[in-house]
């Protein structure tokens, strides 16, 4: 019998730490790297999981905050499992919730978005709201975003919640700064981590031991440690070191590492290649969140074997569609008569059988089916674009593809934005 989850990989770039791979799950296999599609609440937004199968998307990423308010993990267990209750039959991922638990509740902004120049504290709150989470050794009490009620996840809480969802990839239970805290914080934050990643373990050994007859459930670690060098890498030695038998226990530890917490776009490439240089090689490598095209060259490049991203389903809602010239909005007006395909390269059903012209009467219109087939699309463009990337690194070529890649892709987005002020 094959082993329930494992890593192989094979081509690599020169000097650098991308690799390709595939990661084989109970629910199937995952050919890295690979782009993870959000379904946040248990659902790509608008989209039927069989499209999203049709359009090449590997797996699903689910949020256990998300999923815990609404409609609680009893329900989805019940319901067979994530997949089973979603309709997903492929490999499955859920995210532990701290991040939501702490931009949520307490009231920051988007990490990546935010404004930090010269400003710096550990008690910022976004303009307009209040502070609905605190964070203690133990764990994060925080108020619901839906009804205002009190609730508690710890290391302990998360994994149970993460093994009734019975997602084939979980991630431990951290604490997610931002770019805003204090250096002594994020020390202080770094260190808590480590001991919420120990007890993570601890209690996913203890429900795995009580999983009998259930699939097998991969937990990955989770890397913080904002933008300091030395704080990424102690980090990921603390972790790393949790499999070596330091902790008393002679198994393999963590099954994957993801890379979490407050990433600006200049320095992400950076940060991913401090904690890949101290991961060991056989496991898989997970980036947390990002957004764009460029970005997953980088993360890539620099080791990232997955990543999710919701930018593709999130923009397309609002008319934003990526084409290999770059991002444009589908809403303005100059698309009203326009009876080509979203994208001429693209090959996705949307592109096969509507034009530029109809789905922007949709959008105009307010019809649903705009959310539909918009994202249809722009996720295809990324699981398309993810899949030419992994071709590039076994083709050796990835430097080569990246550069005409990109160069068309921005060279396009500057003029659309003259064009366009907004899009
Ligand atoms: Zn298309």
């Known amino acids: 019998?094959?082993?329930?989850?494992?890593?192989?990989?094979?081509?690599?770039?020169?000097?650098?730490?991308?690799?390709?791979?595939?990661?084989?799950?109970?629910h199937g296999a995952i050919a890295t790297p690979a782009f993870i599609a959000v379904g946040t609440k248990a659902t790509v937004k608008s989209v039927l999981p069989e499209s999203m199968a049709d359009l090449g998307a590997q797996a699903v990423l689910a949020n256990a905050y998300h999923l815990y308010l609404q409609p609680g993990p009893d329900i989805v267990e019940q319901g067979g499992g994530l997949g089973a209750f979603m309709n997903w039959p492929g490999p499955t991922f859920t995210d532990s919730g701290g991040f939501q638990v702490l931009s949520l509740g307490a009231g920051f902004k988007k990490v990546l978005a935010m404004n930090v120049d010269g400003r710096q504290s550990d008690d910022v709150i976004a303009p307009g709201k209040s502070r609905l989470a605190t964070v203690d050794d133990d764990g994060v009490t925080f108020k619901s975003h839906l009804d205002g009620s009190l609730h508690r996840f710890s290391p302990e809480i998360s994994m149970g919640i993460q093994h009734q969802l019975g997602a084939d990839i979980i991630f431990a239970f951290d604490e997610c700064t931002t770019l805003m805290n204090t250096r002594t914080y994020q020390e202080q934050s770094v260190l808590r981590t480590?001991?919420?990643?120990?007890?993570?373990?601890?209690?996913?050994?203890?429900?795995?031991?009580?999983?009998?007859?259930?699939p097998f459930q991969a937990l990955f670690g989770v890397v913080q440690g904002a933008q300091y060098e030395d704080l990424r890498r102690q980090a990921t030695r603390g972790l790393v070191a949790l499999g070596d038998g330091a902790d008393g226990v002679t198994d393999d530890g963590f099954d994957g590492y993801g890379i979490g917490g407050a990433l600006e776009k200049h320095n992400l490439g950076t940060i991913v290649r401090w904690v890949c240089e101290e991961l060991p090689e056989d496991r898989p490598r997970h980036l947390l969140g990002i957004s764009e095209p460029d970005d997953m060259f980088t993360a890539i490049e620099n080791g990232a074997d997955t990543f999710d991203c919701v930018s593709p389903s999130r923009v397309a809602r609002n008319g934003s569609i990526y084409g290999e010239s770059g991002r444009y909005n589908l809403t303005n007006a100059r698309f009203r008569t326009d009876y080509g395909p979203l994208d001429d390269d693209c090959d996705c059903y949307?592109?096969?059988?509507?034009?530029?012209?109809?789905?922007?009467?949709?959008?105009?219109?307010?019809?649903?089916?705009?959310?539909?087939?918009?994202?249809?699309?722009?996720?295809?463009?990324?699981?398309?674009?993810?899949?030419?990337?992994?071709?590039?690194?076994?083709?050796g070529y990835f430097a080569d593809f990246r550069a005409d890649f990109l160069g068309r892709y921005y060279r396009r987005d500057a003029t659309v934005a003259t064009a366009a002020p907004g899009t």
């Open 194 to 214: 480590q001991l919420w990643a120990q007890r993570c373990l601890t209690e996913h050994r203890r429900l795995t031991a009580e999983r009998v007859g259930k």
């Open 1 to 26: 019998m094959s082993a329930p989850f494992s890593f192989q990989f094979g081509a690599r770039l020169p000097d650098r730490l991308g690799r390709a791979g595939v990661i084989t799950t109970p």
């Open 350 to 395: 949307t592109c096969a059988n509507y034009t530029r012209a109809y789905v922007h009467h949709l959008f105009r219109a307010k019809e649903m089916l705009s959310a539909t087939l918009s994202t249809i699309h722009n996720e295809r463009f990324v699981v398309r674009l993810v899949d030419r990337i992994r071709a590039s690194i076994d083709g």
